[in-house]
T-cell receptor, first 115, second 109 residues
Framework: DAGVIQSPRHEVTEMGQEVTLRCKPISGHNSLFWYRQTMMRGLELLIYFNNNVPIDDSGMPEDRFSAKMPNASFSTLKIQPSEPRDSAVYFC?????????????FGEGSRLTVL | GIQVEQSPPDLILQEGANSTLRCNFSDSVNNLQWFHQNPWGQLINLFYIPSGTKQNGRLSATTVATERYSLLYISSSQTTDSGVYFCAPRGTGANNLFFGTGTRLTVIP
């Protein structure tokens, strides 16, 4: 079975540019999560969706960050404009909610470097 | 959210040694997962364990939800066990997991 698929795996961009990260959750999973991992802050939840609806975006750092989930099989995380402090690994994860609830599975991450 | 404390923060083992990693959490949970982040950065699912004990090869995990802790046992460690181990409980009524800062394990040959 295909796992969570993220693209791009690596992105290097210059400050001020727009960055779009993409995620395809596991088929049948109805919750999707975006996490960011840095050395300083560890793994932190940015936003999660349930049935394509954003439920909690309190972890989104600021208005430069936005996330969408137009359908059950696709989500994007956009940073505009990007800044060097946004450099991190961004993980997408998905799980099935309901009964029985399922475990969370992560994609391989998108490593972002903003120069 | 739930506060998660993992110990020890760092651990160096000789290949073949056994170890126990501990995870304490601050509130009631209805589930808990253990992950291994390998040196390439991938987060690998180890256990999905709200309570009781599970075993998978050389690894086993025990969660005592009433006492708010979970343990991960690694026996006969191998160099491929190196990486960071994360504990991530999910609170009652919550959808998201809360991550600790992890235990960094280095297994030397």
């Amino acid at each position: 079975d295909a796992g969570v698929i993220q693209s791009p795996r690596h992105e290097v961009t210059e400050m001020g540019q727009e960055v779009t990260l993409r995620c395809k959750p596991i088929s049948g999973h109805n919750s999707l999560f975006w996490y960011r991992q840095t050395m300083m802050r560890g793994l932190e939840l940015l936003i999660y969706f349930n049935n394509n609806v954003p439920i909690d975006d309190s972890g989104m750092p600021e208005d430069r960050f936005s996330a969408k989930m137009p359908n059950a099989s696709f989500s994007t995380l956009k940073i505009q404009p990007s800044e060097p402090r946004d450099s991190a690994v961004y993980f997408c994860a998905s799980r099935r909610t309901g009964t029985p609830a399922g475990e969370l599975f992560f994609g391989e991450g998108s490593r972002l470097t903003v120069l | 959210g739930i506060q998660v404390e993992q110990s020890p923060p760092d651990l160096i083992l000789q290949e073949g040694a056994n170890s126990t990693l501990r995870c304490n959490f601050s509130d009631s949970v209805n589930n808990l997962q253990w992950f291994h982040q390998n040196p390439w950065g991938q987060l690998i699912n180890l256990f999905y364990i709200p309570s009781g004990t599970k075993q998978n090869g050389r690894l086993s995990a025990t969660t005592v939800a009433t006492e708010r802790y979970s343990l991960l046992y690694i026996s006969s460690s191998q160099t491929t066990d190196s990486g960071v181990y994360f504990c991530a409980p999910r609170g009652t009524g919550a959808n998201n997991l809360f991550f600790g800062t992890g235990t960094r394990l280095t297994v030397i040959p």
